[in-house]
């Protein structure tokens, strides 16, 4: 699997949970987070996220 497919995985995986612990206040997850669950630098994970936020748009 591709580091971006893994960082979208993971990324979806932690927008649910964090939508079905707190359904109003949803705080968002940040790329350090991303960076610490897969293991790789922030820095990657941001170059992961960029496009798939360019994508999302």
Do not use: F
């Amino acid at each position: 699997m591709l580091r971006k497919d893994r960082v979208l995985h993971l990324l979806l995986q932690l927008t649910r949970d964090q939508y079905e612990m707190r359904k109003e206040n949803l705080s968002g997850i940040t790329a350090k987070e991303i960076a610490d669950h897969l293991k790789i630098t922030s820095a990657n994970a941001s170059k992961e996220l960029n496009p798939l936020v360019k994508e999302s748009a």
